[in-house]
């Protein structure tokens, strides 16, 4: 699991029609139907934002039709495409409302939003990072004043002052396990959910992990949609060109890709063919759909593989504060009694406690001190990492057992 409860390795898991694994091949055989007028506004609220996407005075159409034969759509196709973005966003809902961990199966984990605590994520980048151990940052960041002015999830395109120009290219940074997947995943839930965010017309998660399976075939930029959102395969070219849309690339630390920003192919057309890494360098240099919004996530150490020039705000995902800490352990545990017993021991163990700042290492806590003081425990809580390390390794090893019950893992 990436973020809390999934470790930082394990991002979604799915396949790619009848060849690689993606994950929203679940949805490629729904069919959508709208369930409320509420939806319907909503689409139709989409659609009306059409003209409003590209720049002024820039022409978002050139690459593959006009403004008036989108203006003079006919009512057929303006309810196909309403179809086609509830559609979007339910796979898109289906896909980011639950998280899975331990023994649970893909699809039965918990309910995102009901262990959902907000991150601290500020504007900017830690002047120092370790690029060897970023774990050696988490200690000289619990001991920072906190000055920054944080800035919620929901709001990185937000523009903060009169002075600040509209935002574009947003690069998340962050430690292993901090939450920065777990931020794409709330982000695309509330947008889909129709709470935050809408204004935009389509949120394109793609995982650089699962770009990878693909990084030796030709795709153009609308093929390479069809691919992982299959509930877009009705959408035309001249659709991208006007719609304001919203690419996430999270895990710029897994890809494989080389992105010469330097020396590359020049596209300006959705429908032209190349590497996916060409696709991705002019997406993110504004040469294809200079008007959609790009959000790359990162590991510090591999951020670097983005020029300053192509990025208009960069941002750090610094985990919990202390009281986001106390946050997260009420909101996993229903037990008040529970929660309190393992706040306290948190807070007695200097090293637990700072490493508590990332929100993973909070799940593992939880799984062990939960499997501790719910059972007959004779031995002394763990109060260093390595203790903590060793119990958990126990924990996964018994969970392990009665989900196989000693047969062999499926696909060894």
Not at 223 to 237: C, G
Request: aromatic residues 6%; hydrophobic residues 35%.
């Amino acid at each position: 699991m990436r973020g809390w409860k999934r470790m930082d390795e394990d991002r979604a898991e799915s396949t790619v029609p009848s060849r690689v694994s993606l994950k929203s091949d679940r949805s490629k055989d729904d069919v959508f139907n709208f369930r409320s007028s509420e939806e319907i506004e909503r689409g139709e609220h989409i659609l009306s934002n059409w003209d409003q996407s590209a720049p002024p005075g820039e022409s978002s159409c050139s690459q593959s039709g006009s403004r008036s034969g989108d203006a003079e759509m006919k009512p057929k196709q303006r309810s196909d495409l309403q179809e086609v973005i509830e559609g979007h966003k339910m796979s898109l809902k289906r896909r980011c409302e639950h998280v899975t961990e331990g023994t649970h199966e893909a699809g039965s984990g918990t309910l995102l939003n009901k262990i959902y605590t907000e991150l601290y994520i500020t504007e900017g980048q830690s002047e120092e990072v370790d690029t060897q151990h970023e774990v050696r940052q988490l200690e000289r960041t619990s001991k920072k004043n906190i000055q920054d002015t944080p800035i919620k999830c929901q709001d990185i395109f937000k523009v903060l002052s009169e002075q600040q120009r509209h935002i574009r290219v947003v690069l998340t940074n962050g430690v292993a396990g901090v939450g920065k997947t777990f931020s794409v995943q709330k982000f695309s839930l509330d947008w889909a959910e129709g709470l935050e965010n809408q204004d935009i017309s389509l949120v394109l998660p793609l995982s650089c992990r699962e770009l990878n399976l693909i990084r030796d075939e030709q795709h153009s930029l609308l093929s390479l949609l069809h691919v992982f959102h299959p509930t877009l395969q009705k959408i035309r070219a001249e659709d991208l060109t006007v719609w304001k849309l919203l690419f996430i690339f999270d895990g710029l630390d897994e890809s494989r890709f080389s992105l010469g920003f330097n020396k590359h192919q020049v596209i300006s057309d959705v429908t032209q063919v190349s590497s996916v890494e060409v696709l991705l360098v002019n997406l993110i240099q504004g040469n294809l759909l200079p008007s959609a919004l790009i959000w790359i996530t990162s590991r510090p150490a591999a951020a670097y593989q983005i020029p300053p020039s192509c990025v208009d705000r960069i941002t750090e995902v610094r985990g919990f504060t202390d009281s986001q800490k106390e946050e997260y352990f009420r909101r996993r545990f229903s037990d008040e009694d529970l929660s309190k017993r393992i706040i306290s021991h948190i807070k007695a163990s200097r090293s637990l406690h700072i490493m508590c700042l990332i929100p993973v290492f909070c799940w593992i806590t939880a799984i062990v001190l939960e499997d501790m003081m719910t059972r007959d425990q004779r031995g002394e809580l763990p109060k260093t990492l390595t203790d903590l390390y060793s119990h958990f390794l126990r924990v996964q090893i018994k969970r392990k057992k009665q989900k196989y019950g000693g047969k062999q893992r499926p696909g060894n």
